[in-house]
């Protein structure tokens, strides 16, 4: 769960493996990150197959907004009502090993 306020310029970066990898999982990898919005909705990153997958959840009901495969990113506009955006993207996507993951970034604002 990561909240990074409203001033922007921090990021994560790491590996997320998929559910179905849940007891293949020697080295905890993050199975699902959930991004707070500070209001009704929150958003979900998980790793399904050959693509991270991005949901929107509002009130217990979850939204499909879209799927990146490496390479490929997407943003989410005036995160946090700050005029800033969050910036998703795929760095790498491995499933010849085990645990298959998804090396990914998240960035919010320009980074300082």
Do not use: C, H
Request: cysteine-free.
């Amino acid at each position: 769960n990561f909240n990074w306020g409203t001033t922007g310029g921090t990021s994560w970066s790491g590996k997320i493996t998929g559910a179905g990898q849940y007891g293949n999982n020697p080295t905890n990898l993050p199975v699902t990150i959930m991004l707070d919005s500070g209001d009704a909705s929150d958003w979900l990153i998980g790793f399904n197959d050959n693509e991270v997958t991005i949901t929107k959840v509002k009130n217990g009901k979850s939204s499909p907004k879209g799927s990146l495969i490496a390479g490929k990113s997407a943003t989410i506009s005036n995160w946090r009502k700050s005029g800033l955006i969050l910036m998703i993207k795929v760095n790498e996507i491995d499933t010849n090993v085990s645990p298959a993951y998804a090396d990914i970034e998240i960035s919010f604002g320009p980074k300082k």
